[in-house]
């Protein structure tokens, strides 16, 4: 996801780019916010605004099934440097990726 991050040298991290700053400034946008405790223990659900501008909400809601159906019963079977999940919506490819704020959608070119 690209986030800014200024760092004097590998080890400083002047600054990083929050996920309530990327939400705030459009290139996030939060979906399924009303039902985050029941789909993801409260972690936001995030996609970018290219593809949340490109699909609508029966897609979204299908690329998350399809990734909580992977996450479940697909993921524990892969050994870690495998466990990269990966669908298609409308023949264009779609990640969706965790990390410590959040699920985020996205499209491969977005990150």
């Not at 700053?21 to 459009?26: P, R, T």
């Amino acid at each position: 996801m690209r986030l800014k991050m200024i760092c004097s040298n590998m080890a400083d991290v002047i600054y990083s780019y929050t996920l309530e700053e990327a939400v705030e400034d459009g290139f996030l946008a939060e979906i399924f916010k009303d039902r985050w405790q029941e789909l993801s223990r409260g972690k936001p659900i995030v996609a970018t605004e290219h593809l949340f501008l490109s699909v609508d909400l029966a897609d979204l809601v299908e690329i998350w099934n399809r990734y909580v159906y992977w996450r479940k019963k697909i993921a524990p079977t892969l050994p870690e440097e495998r466990q990269m999940f990966a669908t298609s919506i409308n023949e264009r490819k779609i990640w969706v990726i965790e990390d410590g704020q959040a699920f985020t959608l996205l499209y491969p070119e977005d990150y």
